[in-house]
């Protein structure tokens, strides 16, 4: 028989699953259990010793399983199937998109280190590195993304820690403007610092494009994050987070997670195995519905500026980032409303199917006001330099009928008072 290799939207079916040790259950059981039983006093020391980080694991041995706080067989092959997205070799997955940040941040950030970040970023991320990181000492320096390497490389020097540099940490798309950020670029400013005692972490907040639609680590990243309660969970019935990379960043990031408790619960593991399932279907629906409404409010006198990757001018660098890293402009859309907030709040308060709620990715659309509600704690003058405006809409394009949201669009535009 000739060997396949088939696509991760194929192996989302059994991927790390054998039936004939859950008697033969199609689909993989969910573990309810806290403790796992030893063979042997000697197996149980093993598995500490690797659990805690007291030494690496031999070519041939496992994790084996301990107790649902460090792992669990639902855990296990969620982080399983989640490496073959992005072809990494490690997967660990967390409580919440913000307990993957943080804990990312906390490994490889300590009092003294400089943090470099592009803005805008995820409003709690941006509070978590403004409030918290400085409380306990850690340097940080924003960047723009029209920032060329020349003033990034001269910012850096300029700060005063260039030999304490440690991550550099991007979001991209940027949440909500779909800004685009070279992670090549930066790629190449982290190995310009990175020297034997001094490591320089890129890591990228991919959550905008899913597992699908860009690959961070194929283009030189050292971690990809993604808030997986978004398009990998997908239905807005969860809560978690995911970071991937090597066995030794993962494995360093799997120690901590093990002492600061932030794992999912079974349950949650189970029901994100059973949102891999659907999730390329879903993403391409959302973003052939995305399509459809970013040119449909491309066009509608009402409406000011589209962000929209799909919408990108050709011959511009962020058109020229666009096709080096992503493969389809995706599903989130951001316009600029004519008037302000007052005109924003009609047009959201109008709606009759897209619901007004924060989050995105999931099968349903959504639509929130960035400036008051996600990004209501970002610094007011960095907000106004960001483009993050009173007068910006956040759209999160879900599976339905596009003409539907169409509809639903045109009418709440409609009943706006300019």
């Known amino acids: 028989m000739k060997d396949h290799k088939y696509s991760p939207e194929s192996q989302m079916m059994t991927y790390g699953y054998k039936p004939e040790l859950s008697e033969g259950a199609v689909k993989c059981p969910i573990f309810q259990t806290s403790t796992f039983v030893f063979k042997s006093a000697e197996e149980g020391k093993g598995f500490f010793e690797i659990a805690y980080g007291l030494r690496e694991k031999k070519p041939t041995e496992e994790l084996g399983l301990i107790y649902s706080r460090i792992n669990n067989p639902n855990l296990e092959i969620l982080e399983n199937r989640l490496c073959l997205w992005d072809n990494a070799e490690q997967c660990a997955v967390f ?3 913000m307990s993957a940040v943080s804990t990312v941040l906390l490994e490889f950030l300590k009092p003294g280190d400089l943090l470099v970040y592009s803005n805008p970023l995820y409003g709690g991320t941006d509070h978590f590195i403004h409030d918290f990181l400085a409380k306990i000492g850690v340097h940080t320096l924003p960047v723009m993304p029209w920032d060329t390497k020349e003033e990034i490389l001269k910012a850096i020097d300029n700060s005063g820690h260039a030999d304490r540099l440690s991550m550099i940490y991007m ?4 949440n909500p403007t779909n800004e685009l950020i070279d992670i090549e670029m930066y790629v190449s400013i982290a190995k310009k610092y990175r ?6 972490i890129v ?9 699908l639609w ?8 050292d ?25 030794e960043l993962i494995g360093r990031i799997k120690v901590l997670r093990t002492f600061l408790g932030s794992i999912i619960s079974p349950n949650t593991a189970w029901l994100m195995l059973r949102s891999l399932e659907t999730l390329k279907l879903r993403m391409d629906k959302q973003t052939a519905n995305a399509e459809k409404v970013a040119s449909f409010l491309a066009n509608h006198p009402k409406v000011e500026k589209v962000l929209y990757l799909g919408l990108l001018e050709e011959g511009t660098e962020q058109y020229r980032i666009y096709k080096n890293q992503c493969s389809t402009p995706g599903s989130m859309v951001s316009f600029d409303i004519k008037g302000g907030e007052k005109q924003a709040f009609e047009f959201l308060n109008n709606l009759s199917h897209i619901q007004l709620a924060v989050s995105l990715g999931s099968t349903e659309s959504l639509a929130q006001h960035p400036d008051t509600m996600t990004h209501a ?24 009928n596009s003409d539907d949201l169409i509809w639903d669009i045109a009418n709440a535009l409609e009943s706006v008072a300019l």
């Not at 020297?195 to 320089?200: N, R, S």
């Not at 990998?232 to 978690?240: E, R, T």
């Open 171 to 174: 979001e991209t798309p940027a």
């Open 95 to 97: 409580s919440s998109g």
């Open 377 to 400: 704690g970002v610094d007011p003058d960095q907000k106004i330099k960001m483009g993050l405006t009173e007068k910006l809409v956040r759209l999160s394009i879900g599976v339905e």
């Open 203 to 211: 890591t990228v907040d991919n959550t905008y494009m899913g597992p």
């Open 214 to 221: 860009q690959h961070p680590l194929d283009l030189g990243a």
């Open 223 to 247: 971690i990809v994050l993604y808030s997986a309660t978004k398009f990998i969970g997908g239905h807005s019935d969860l809560i978690a987070g995911a970071l991937l990379g090597s066995n």
């Open 195 to 200: 020297t034997k005692g001094q490591e320089v």
